[in-house]
């Protein structure tokens, strides 16, 4: 069984500062891993994932995230904050062998992001 | 491309009644559908994996003859909440994969509200 933790319900950064979100997973085996982004009263957006390729992944809208299998981390980041990723964030992972689709997701965390 | 719609996206209904949740994949075939739910400032919660044309597997502790999910063509998959109550009020999103494709594409949800 795995499990995705997210240090951090809520993260407050100024406009054009450092984004650093946390995530963690446990898995026997390296998971696939997956950061999505939710809007207020709407779906989830993928960000970015991990499939065993690049351990370093790049994302869309400026975000990125690398797979470090010795910290069992996979923290996204985006070098300079824009009001408009205030959102809730979710890590989520699934298993890597084909067939093993369901994702289990992190708790979320909330960016706020300050003026 | 990889479009998920949800319809509807709010519905209010009085308790005892029973309410339908469609979920459509709009450009591609989708072998497997998720249904998840989400309650306010939480993660998503998977309720039930559905393949087409088979029953769908639930996840432990969710009800199957409350959450009734149909799965009946590779475009459409249908949760219907019967004699729904007030503690059923929540978001309900749901994912579509290919059978071609390693991702779920989630749709924007459909947000219960039982008085």
């Known amino acids: 069984a795995q499990s995705v933790t997210q240090l951090g319900s809520h993260v407050s950064v100024s406009e054009g500062a450092l984004v650093l979100l946390r995530c963690n997973y446990s898995s026997s085996v390296p998971p696939y891993l997956f950061w999505y982004v939710q809007y207020p009263n709407q779906g989830l957006q993928l960000l970015l994932k991990?499939?065993?390729?690049?351990?370093l992944v790049k994302g869309i809208n400026g975000f990125e995230a690398e797979f470090k299998k010795s910290e069992t981390s996979f923290h996204l980041t985006k070098p300079s904050a824009h009001m408009s990723d205030a959102a809730e964030y979710f890590c989520a992972a699934r298993g890597s062998n084909f067939g093993n689709e369901k994702l289990t997701f992190g708790t979320g965390t909330r960016l706020t992001i300050i003026p | 491309g990889a479009v998920v719609s949800q319809h509807p996206s709010w519905v209010i209904c009085k308790s005892g009644t029973s309410v339908k949740i469609e979920c459509r994949s709009l450009?591609?075939?989708?072998?497997?559908m998720f249904w998840y739910r989400q309650f306010p400032k939480q993660s998503l919660m998977l309720m039930a994996t559905s393949n087409e044309g088979s029953k769908a597997t639930y996840e432990q502790g969710v009800e199957k003859d409350k959450f009734l999910i149909n799965h009946a063509s590779l475009t459409l998959s249908t949760l219907t909440v019967t004699s729904a109550h007030p503690e059923d009020s929540s978001f309900y999103i749901c994912?579509?994969?290919?059978?071609?494709?390693?991702?779920?594409?989630f749709g924007p949800g459909t947000r219960l509200t039982v008085t």
């Open positions: 991990y499939t065993s390729a690049a351990t």
């Open positions: 994912s579509a994969r290919a059978a071609t494709r390693g991702e779920q594409y």
């Open positions: 450009d591609f075939q989708a072998t497997t």
